[in-house]
């Protein structure tokens, strides 16, 4: 879906806001301490008002190799399975980005017209993400209830 530059900043904001639903997969700039850049995310919940995301990276970081408990929470994603992905990478279940508020992921969008991704989760990875989250020692409870309840 691109946002159209004939339509008002209000209607591509409501356009926007029905896309903030869990399992939806993003492209968005994130500010990390050690490096800042797009990034593909999925949307695993909201939770007073704040969207947690996991992130898909190309590769398991090696700090995350070396330790089972995260090394475990990483699922595989096939490029052949995801039409954005150019080769196969990993979305990192073992911890949420929460730092994108709903105004900036909005505001994000809009500004670089970006094309929304028509890609959601399948029910494979669904399935693969609430099964190592529910078994997970670095997420807190709260937050795998409702991940569990959305997504």
């Known amino acids: ?6 339509i008002s900043y209000n209607q ?9 639903t869990p399992g ?10 050690k490096n800042s850049c797009d990034k593909y995310l999925v949307l695993a919940c909201i939770s007073n008002n704040i969207p947690f995301f996991f992130i898909v990276n ?19 994603l096939n490029a052949r399975d995801y039409r954005f992905l150019r080769y196969d990478s990993y979305l990192n279940c073992c911890k949420l980005v929460d ?3 709903k105004t900036n992921i909005i505001n994000q969008i809009i500004k670089k017209n970006t094309r929304l991704l028509p890609d959601r989760i399948n029910v494979k990875t669904r399935q693969e993400i609430l099964k ?7 997420i807190e409870k709260g937050i795998i209830s409702e991940i569990n309840a959305q997504l």
């Open 1 to 6: 879906m691109n946002l159209s530059k004939h």
């Open 12 to 20: 591509k904001k409501t356009i926007v806001e029905k896309e903030l």
């Open 24 to 33: 939806r997969i993003f492209y968005l700039f994130c500010n990390f301490k």
């Open 58 to 76: 190309t590769q398991i970081p090696h700090f995350i190799k070396k330790n089972s408990i995260l090394r475990d929470a990483q699922i595989k």
């Open 99 to 101: 730092h994108l508020s």
């Open 132 to 138: 190592r989250i529910n078994r997970s020692k670095t």
